[in-house]
């Protein structure tokens, strides 16, 4: 087994590395660096519960190597709150009662952090569609639509 | 309702927000696979390739090599202290690890300790078993076919696969009922298995201290007091006492009823942990998952009705053939291998009731549990819901007006069923009529003709459905002879804030905000200021858990009952306080006042603080109180749903136009909370209804073992559901709450499946089995000359 040296950037953090080229990133970040926000839910690519961003893509950290993340920023559910202030897609999930179990929960709010930086007013449709590799087997997803587009009035009103 | 206290109180009926939260959503919640103990190492689990098979050897040498692998347990290792089997909730025994045969694919063969997760699968996968393969049983009908290969050889005189027989009901008078009914109707419904698969798996992690002698097991469990007992009967024989058990239930990444059983990793783990003197932590994947914990349904009905010609029910007959894969696992109260399955004359005053039900083994996991339901009311729902379909389209009568003219009355409740429970409140005309208003039923029957004759295939379905909640009252209701209490205990703190601690354990349902809405709503100490704990069996009172919807009715109403307490020595020490009689006070949440002096008043918090600086003689210090709360009924929570679909002719593909749930779960907690379990409940009603199966192959391979082939519904496929409400208070509840979480997974699949076969009757259709995929619905479409 080979191992690399690797140096990632952790919600602005910079962090280095000795991991078996096998190791995944969700383990980098649960295990190593004990950011245990990111859940594990499948082995299959399917629930998303581990998606975390990569130079603000999301990505499914399960099936993603620690060795790909190298030189690379990542950003995890405990990046979101800046300077003790909830992002407003924190504030939304809590406020529309966009979770329960919380475990699909730091997934979700990943993936919603990065749909509302690509499209700031999303339609219902095209929110159900960017959560669509996120599952919630608690909310049915109905509140955390709403959730979604509360934060998406919020950042509007935040940025006028 | 209008709440009785101020919304800084925030006691019953108000929306408040979760008091959880906070945590989750900073990806601060605690869940087991999050704890790190020092030295603590991995165990992964060996699992059979197949369904039935002898195991000739198992040999772990090339494994002890692998890097970090310390240890490989088998069967064997299990055995020399007796522990290769377990008693499982229903009398049965089934394995921990196998000696000498497998009887199910996945099932559990050995297990490695290493020092990672990655060198213990490394160890997993170096583990040589010798198998040879026996006949495999899979059909529950053939199992019990004469000849059939008897599976478990392992008891003593057995000569067949039936495990038991139930019934309830007078067997004798419904057949003569039958024999000279007007109108009968008979419909086979098979409701395939299911698993729950909550977002989170499950797993442990057993921590034995060997200088203490205490084991803490940290683990992904519904019901830790219950499993601390179970732990303490199944090892007793090596020494593990119960007071030297400590079980945490930390926080649940959902439960659904898979989190109620002791599975073999938790079991193989504890002995570890004992064996090793490290802590070891076992966490299934999601195949593991699927394919080898507790499944759910796997029913095989025959339901049949009686009727006179102008569509009273008269009478109801269901015959039931159960698949328990090889062990009998189910987790029902113990006097209910069928659990309320008798529940099943349903909303309707039914006068001849009879129903029967066989359990069979077969090669397959073993369980029975919920999904998200009270002890397979899913099941009873199902069949009397489908089969009074059925009967409409027999009379030509509207499915609406059938169920409306056979409703149980307001007046006759409380109502004692013919399969004997006492049904506590209801109005199910009013929830029907409600839904039906919402949804406009007659204009969409109106569009319905009209499609109908342009050829577009649209279904409307109802479902009236009666859950049956809360177990239970102690004289009927136990599991290993524990009685079906819950239980609360309070303290108040001497600067009036409190904790409450509880017998059960949330798993997504917000018990954290509900449990200190009741206790504010009794004691008028803002919510806010009340902390909950659950699931650490050395602080917690003993409870049995949360399952089948009894956290509210059981432990919230024990929740209730200690805050009265509270409030009795309350009052006392506010007379001592105000220098008046106790009859002289009033209460209103928060304080008592001297009757027609209302400014001589002393708050709760200022009775708190003299309950330790200042309480009358003669009495303790202190305020605090403990309430084992006994129900002295089961509730009955209702409500009727309606489902629009449209069928695409050309895929078969049936989409939910729009879905209207009117829910009766009585007086209501946090109505955000009841939405937020209405909308997960019926997501996981329409997941088996349309999408969710695990079937096998002939040789017992299983079919739908990973999320590539089990399909958890996504956003793009669940629809914006739309939540109503009756509020009918329960007469025997201390808050007249009934509970919620589960009744629209129990109500929603048969008004989808109603739904579409009302989109198809015209061609013929009277029953689809579950569930629902779009290529059943399209080889009917075939068949019948109407596909696109």
Known sequence: MSSHSIRVSVNGAAHEATVDARYLLVHLLRETLRLTGTHIGCDTTHCGACTVLLDGEPVKSCTVLAVQADGRDVMTVEGLEQGGKLDPVQEGFWQEHGLQCGFCTPGMLMTSYALLKRNPDPSEGEIREAISGNLCRCTGYVNIVKSIQYAAAKRHAEVS | ?788
Request: charged share 25%.
């Open chain 2, 1 to 788: 309702m209008t709440p009785k206290t101020s919304a800084a109180v925030c006691g019953m009926g108000h929306s408040m927000k979760r008091k959880e939260d906070p945590r989750f959503i900073r990806g601060q919640g605690r869940y087991v696979d999050d704890i790190q103990l020092p030295g603590m190492l991995y165990m992964d689990i060996v699992r059979s390739p197949y369904a039935h098979a002898t195991i000739k050897a198992i040999d772990i040498s090339q494994a002890l090599k692998v890097p970090g692998v310390l240890a490989v347990i088998t069967g064997q290792d299990l055995a020399k202290y007796n522990l290769h089997w377990m008693p499982t909730l229903m009398s049965d025994t089934q394995m921990v690890l196998p000696t000498d045969t497998v009887m199910y694919q996945s099932q559990e063969v050995a297990a490695v300790i290493a020092t990672s997760r990655y060198a213990a699968a490394d160890g997993v996968d170096a583990v040589e078993v010798d198998y040879e393969p026996l006949p495999v049983v899979v059909d529950p009908f053939k199992a019990l076919e004469p000849g059939a290969p008897v599976l478990r050889t392992d008891k003593k005189g057995k000569t067949d696969n039936h495990i038991f027989h139930w019934e309830v009901g007078d067997r004798a008078g419904t057949e003569r009922h039958f024999a000279a009914a007007d109108v009968r109707v008979k419909q086979d419904i098979y409701l395939p298995r299911i698993h729950v698969a909550s977002i989170e798996t499950c797993g442990c992690i057993a921590d034995f201290d060997k200088a203490m002698g205490k084991l803490t097991v940290y683990m992904t469990t519904q019901a830790p007091h219950a499993i601390r007992t179970v732990f303490a009967l199944v090892a007793g024989h090596v020494g593990l006492s119960e007071e030297r058990i400590r079980i945490v239930s930390p926080d649940l990444g959902g439960g659904f009823g898979g989190k109620v059983p002791v599975y073999p990793g938790y079991v193989i783990a504890v002995a570890a942990s004992v064996l090793i003197g490290k802590p070891v932590k076992w966490i299934e994947d999601r195949m593991e998952n699927l394919q080898a914990d507790s499944f759910a349904r796997d029913y095989h009905m025959t339901a049949e009705l009686a009727a006179r010609k102008d569509g009273t029910i008269t009478g109801l007959r269901i015959k039931t053939i159960a698949d328990h894969g090889y062990a009998d696992a189910a987790a029902n109260p113990s006097k209910f291998p069928a659990g309320l399955f008798s529940i099943c004359t349903g909303s309707y005053d039914i006068k001849h009731a009879f129903t029967e039900l066989d359990g069979v083994y077969t090669n397959k996991p073993p369980g029975g549990v919920a999904y998200r339901c009270s002890f397979r009311v899913t099941e009873a729902v199902h069949a009397i819901e489908r089969i009074t379909d059925v009967l409409a389209l027999e009379l030509k009568m509207d499915p609406a007006e059938l169920r409306m003219k056979n409703f149980i009355p307001p007046e006759k409740f409380p109502y004692k069923s013919v399969l004997g429970w006492e049904y506590d409140s209801g109005n199910y005309a009013a929830a029907l009529a409600k839904a039906m208003k919402l949804i406009g039923y007659a204009d969409l029957r109106r569009e319905q003709a009209e499609k109908r004759k342009r050829g577009e295939l649209m279904g409307i379905g109802i479902s009236s459905f009666t859950e049956i909640v809360g177990a239970g009252p102690s004289k009927d209701f136990d599991i290993l002879g524990i009685k079906m209490f819950d239980s609360a205990e309070i303290r108040v703190h001497p600067t009036g804030k409190a904790i409450a601690r509880f017998g059960t354990k949330s798993q997504g349902q917000g018990h954290e905000t509900t449990y200190a809405q009741i206790v504010a709503e009794e004691l008028g100490i803002p919510a806010q200021d009340i902390a909950v704990e659950e699931g650490d069996t050395d602080t917690a009172p003993y409870g049995l858990g949360t399952y089948a919807s009894r956290s509210t009715p059981v432990a919230g109403a024990a929740g209730a009952m200690a805050a009265r307490k509270i409030r009795d020595k309350a009052r006392k020490i506010a007379a001592h306080l105000l220098e008046v009689a106790e009859e002289d006070l009033e209460w209103e949440p928060g304080k008592f006042s001297v009757k027609g002096a209302p400014q001589k008043a002393k708050t709760i918090q200022e009775i708190a603080f003299a309950a330790y600086t200042n309480h009358p003689q003669g009495m303790e210090a202190g305020l605090e109180a403990t309430s084992y709360y006994d129900p002295p009924n089961l509730t009955f929570p209702f409500g009727s749903y309606i489902c629009v679909v449209d069928i695409d002719r050309g895929t078969g593909m049936v989409k939910i136009r729009r879905f209207v749930a009117v829910d009766d779960c009585g007086n209501i907690i946090n109505p955000m909370i009841v939405d937020g379990q209405i909308h997960g409940g019926l997501t996981m009603g329409m997941a088996p209804a349309l999408l969710e199966e695990i079937s096998y192959d002939e040789e017992g391979n299983i079919q739908g073992g990973s999320f590539m082939d089990y399909l958890v519904p996504t956003a793009m496929e669940t629809p914006r559901w739309e939540v109503d409400k009756t509020v009918t208070p329960s007469p025997h509840h201390p808050l007249g709450a009934k509970g919620v979480g589960e009744s629209a997974t129990v109500g929603a699949p048969p008004a989808i499946v109603n739904a579409v076969v009302d989109a198809l009757a015209h061609l013929g259709v009277r029953h689809i089995d579950i569930p629902i995929t779009p290529e059943k619905v399209w080889t009917i479409l075939k068949e019948k000359g109407v596909a696109e």
